[in-house]
């Protein structure tokens, strides 16, 4: 049935009190009424029904949101008092309900890429600007102009978006860079991955090559420097400084490392050091001092007033010592007076040692990149080598050269013995090694230093070593995780701990030679490259694998706080898990208000949240502080699962019984899970019993 349309002044019109829309959008009604009040028309109908004895005045079932823009409009002064709207009228309310229901129920958004499309048909047609298009619809410019951006996507990505296989948030993730063919290569590679619908990896790559204005490198260089030699940025709405994109890699790696070169000679003149040697980075990998000998500084004498200070600080903990032991008892001020005594006592006692000129005049520095984008001289110091070092070992070379050809001669000129079998050389080397076991066997601590040696001159030889007449080894398992770099504070404190490691042995000589400089080292440094050798081989199981239950023992025989070591970010777990699984965690640590607080946030967004939040650094409520500074997802826990023992469920022994019965008894029914927990448990005796 076919309803009449005519014109109704809207002041002779309102919303109806049982219109199907209760809920609206204060931001999109105000856009609404903009876009209402700068095209002056109103072009989709509302639908009315008569109002009783009110000739001429309708009640709006339907367009309930476009009348009340409308009569704002005219409050305002916009639109004329006379005003009229299309209204559609039907004879009933009921009719009137159902017609709005229809309407609003299969409502259709508009696909952003139709957007994309027109906005830019717009501009290109009518030769309007992002400006115009924005006044025209009551947006922002910045929205248009995102539009646009995406309008230039990738081919295959522009119809995935027009096509809703992938979302507007997965289009703008793309859209981080203009290059086109990056995209396209990107959004291949990643296609049927589990990476696919991640916007943080989607960004990752599609970047990669690039540097942000935010990296060292780039705040070294500076902005005016790069775009002067031919630099290229590219810039999305959202980027600010630091973090728009620059793409020519090369070229800022060029400029850096001129930059660098350029401070680390000042620094050498003004800090009065032998040789500066830059690297371009923001650390100093241990591979770069490998056969340099570390200068050792000396600490500064305390001067006339710590020394005075020191005494005296002395005397009063000695003071209150000797109260407190007439009473057998401190009390808490006395404690107290202690603790900040001896505090201050750290601050004078602990110096850092400084280098003199004489050992600066001798020394290599190493100048890296801060974060900050500022040269860096690292704090230690190395022997730099000397033309009298290398002019010895091309001495070496050269004797050991003369030295084959004199050995080659006297083997010409001397009768030949007759030789050994081959199977006899093998037995005495037999008895030889035989001999040696027994002996190293009784001497744990050669034994020791021995293993040791054997496990770290293997590794840390390029390749391999065949010299050292043992099958021991340590090596590194297999990474499963291919070339992810976790940049956890394990991982930090792991190369420091590796940077601290004596390697003056390994430049010793032959094999030989680096045994006894091994051995020479102090008890500590051997032990301490023990424990690297061995900590090195640890494989990274997780709770499927066999060795899970005892990785975790050794955890907690460490008594280790994991929370303290590792926290979730967006790179090392958000990124990994789904928008919803976020906000389920959310949800179960702080309840519903802080699972709504968050439930309209994008993906990137809500992933970077969960990081500030579960790090401590973002504000929430007092309670919560202690879940997510110790909440860690179970795949990083060390204490053993927790496994849910049902009451009904049947014990070990009932198990057994049942199994144990022959055919022709009642066997009561068990659940498979029972067997298999059962199984799982590592009971041995129990699974024996069962058998």
Known sequence: ??????????????????????????????????????????????????????????????????????????????????????????????????????ENFFQLAMNPADACTAFRTIIEKEKKTPADIAKRFSITEKFVE???????????????????????????AYAKTSDTVRQAAVFESLAGTYYANNTGEIERQVTAGSYNGGHPKALLVGRDAYLA????????????????????????????????????EAIRQREGFAEVRTLASTHLPYTATIGLRRIEGVLPPLSEEQEARKVAIEAEIDEIEEAASDVDEYSDEQLEKIGALE????????????????????????VVIGEDGQPTVQETLFIAPTDEDEDDEAIDDEAGDD?????????????????????????????????????????????????????????????????????????????????FVTETAAAEAWAKLDGDLDRSWLDTGDVVARFDAFRALDEDMRASWFAWAIARTLEPVNDHDSGAKFLRHIGRSLDIDVARWWRPTARNFFDGVTRPWILDLFGEIGGAELKSRYGAAKKADLAASAEKIFAGTAIIEAELRDKVLTWLPEPMRIEEPQVEVREDQPTRAELAAAIGRRDDEETPVTEPAAVNDAANDGDSDGLAEAA
Not at 30 to 55: D, S, T, W, Y
Not at 153 to 167: H, Q, R, S, Y
Not at 244 to 258: M, S
Not at 438 to 463: C, S, W
Request: glycine share 6%.
């Open 1 to 102: 049935m076919t309803y009449p349309i005519i014109y109704v002044s809207a002041v002779n019109c309102q919303v109806a009190p049982d219109n199907v829309r209760k809920h609206s959008n204060a931001d999109a009604d105000a856009q609404f009424e903009a876009h209402l009040g700068e095209a002056g028309i109103v072009l989709q109908n509302l639908i009315g029904v008569p109002i009783k004895r009110r000739k001429g005045h309708y009640n709006i079932y339907a367009g309930g949101r476009r009348l009340s823009r409308t009569l704002a409009n005219i409050e305002k002064g916009v639109l004329p008092n006379d005003f009229q709207v299309p209204v559609m009228v039907v004879p009933s309310s009921e009719d009137a309900i159902s017609m709005s229901l229809a």
């Open 146 to 172: 995102g539009r646009l951006r995406l309008a230039n996507l990738a081919e295959p990505v522009f119809e995935a978006l027009a096509k809703g296989d992938i979302t507007l948030d997965i289009a703008k």
């Open 229 to 264: 030699a031919g630099g290229i940025i590219d810039r999305d709405l959202y980027s600010d400084a630091e973090s728009e994109l620059w793409t020519n890699k090369e070229l800022v790696d060029e400029l850096a490392e001129r930059t660098l070169a350029e401070a680390a």
């Open 343 to 366: 505090e201050e006592l750290g601050e004078i006692v602990d110096r850092q040692p400084v280098y003199e000129p004489e050992q600066r005049s001798k020394a290599l520095a190493y």
């Open 403 to 483: 030295g084959a050809d004199e050995n080659a001669q006297a083997e010409t000129d001397t009768p030949r013995k007759p030789k050994l079998s081959s199977k006899l050389i093998d037995r005495l080397a037999a008895m030889r090694t035989e001999l040696v076991a027994l002996h190293v066997a009784n001497d744990p601590h050669l034994a020791m230093d021995l293993g040791t040696f054997i496990m770290v001159e293997t590794a840390q030889r390029k390749y391999g070593a065949y010299d050292l007449a043992s099958t021991l080894k340590a090596p590194e398992p297999d990474s499963r995780i291919g070339n």
